[in-house]
């Protein structure tokens, strides 16, 4: 199993989530990421080496984008939250 680290903005990210939905991530959708973190889509482009994760929760899609670092077999998460503007917001962050 791999560990996990994040961007300082994802403790935003998660206050703007349902407390059932930040339950539901920590106890199921990353402990499955990390166990697997090849599943997730691999990015291209700009987000070119960021994975994407995807699920789906009250009907609504959501993504976790994160960076696998084999070296130090950690999952490096960038950004948890809604598909809606989701890459736009991924690629800010990224560069700044």
């Known amino acids: ?27 199921q959708h990353l402990p499955k990421l990390l166990a697997n973190p090849y599943q997730g889509e691999l990015l291209i482009g700009d987000l070119n080496g960021i994975r994407s994760y995807h699920f789906t929760s009250a009907k609504q899609p959501y993504r976790i984008a994160y960076v696998v670092e084999e070296n130090t077999h950690t999952v490096f998460i960038l950004m948890i939250g809604k598909r809606g503007e989701f890459y736009s917001l991924l690629k800010k962050r990224v560069k700044g």
Do not use: G, W
């Not at 560990?3 to 349902?18: F, G, R």
């Open 1 to 27: 199993m791999y560990q996990d680290e994040y961007h300082p903005q994802v403790k935003k990210d998660i206050k703007h989530l349902t407390p059932t939905l930040r339950e539901l991530i920590q106890t």
